[in-house]
């Protein structure tokens, strides 16, 4: 079965530590994985998807199919990192596409 | 463009009371996914439709979970009779269809069963 792996409930570190969020798939299919995060009062919104390989506030992530991994990535957290972030796999079945999340890490950037 | 908008945003009720959530989708997007957030299970997919047609229900906990589009630009979840173990943030989101695109979700209702 499909599975999102997100190993850390909670995350503390502080601000201008590098910061790593972990996620593991399970999926016998060739994955396309996205991070959301959830700042405090705010919506759930997308951070960044695998396949556009780009930065967003100056998070990255790499797919690693050999450690079936999706670990997010930041050099220097902000205090404004501050969120609970998902990792999302998505299932596709023809034309028909649905997520499946991980359970989620609370990040906190301490000052 | 107001986003998902979904109501109400805070709900509370009795146990064995129904409950329904509405949610109205972003305009021109034809998929509609409603989930549940908890502490313990964290983001569940309960059903997803794409236009307006339920493509997979699997999520939907039990028969006491009904959810409807009737049109593209309404759906309703709805919970009877509730549980406290229904208690949680239900979550509306859209896309279009088509391809995995970002889903945009709504603010949430945050139910409280007691």
């Known amino acids: 079965a499909q599975r999102v792996t997100q190993p850390e409930k909670l995350l503390s570190v502080f601000k201008g530590a590098p910061v790593e969020l972990k996620c593991n798939y399970s999926y016998s299919g060739s994955p396309e994985l996205f991070w959301y995060v959830q700042y405090s009062r705010q919506r759930l919104q997308l951070l960044l998807r695998h396949i556009s390989r780009e930065s967003i506030k100056g998070f990255t992530a790499d797919l690693n199919k050999g450690e079936t991994s999706f670990h997010l990535k930041k050099p220097f957290a902000q205090e404004e990192d501050s969120a609970m972030y998902y990792c999302?796999?998505?299932?596709?079945?023809?034309?028909?596409?649905?997520?499946?999340f991980g359970k989620g890490t609370l990040l906190t950037v301490n000052p | 463009d107001a986003g998902v908008i979904q109501s109400p945003r805070h709900e509370v009720t009795e146990m064995g009371q129904e409950v329904t959530l509405r949610c109205k989708p972003i305009?021109?997007?034809?998929?509609l996914f409603w989930y549940r957030q908890t502490m313990m299970r964290g983001l569940e997919l309960l059903i997803y439709f794409n236009n307006n047609v339920p493509i997979d229900d699997s999520g939907m906990p039990e028969d006491r979970f009904s959810a409807k589009m009737p049109n593209a630009s309404f759906s309703t979840l709805k919970i009877q009779p509730s549980e406290p173990r229904d208690s949680a943030v239900y979550f509306c989101?859209?896309?279009?269809?088509?391809?995995?695109?970002?889903?945009?979700f709504g603010p949430g209702t945050r139910l409280t069963v007691t």
């Open positions: 989101a859209s896309s279009p269809s088509g391809g995995p695109y970002e889903q945009y």
């Open positions: 305009s021109g997007h034809n998929s």
């Open positions: 999302a796999l998505v299932l596709s079945g023809g034309s028909n596409y649905k997520l499946t």
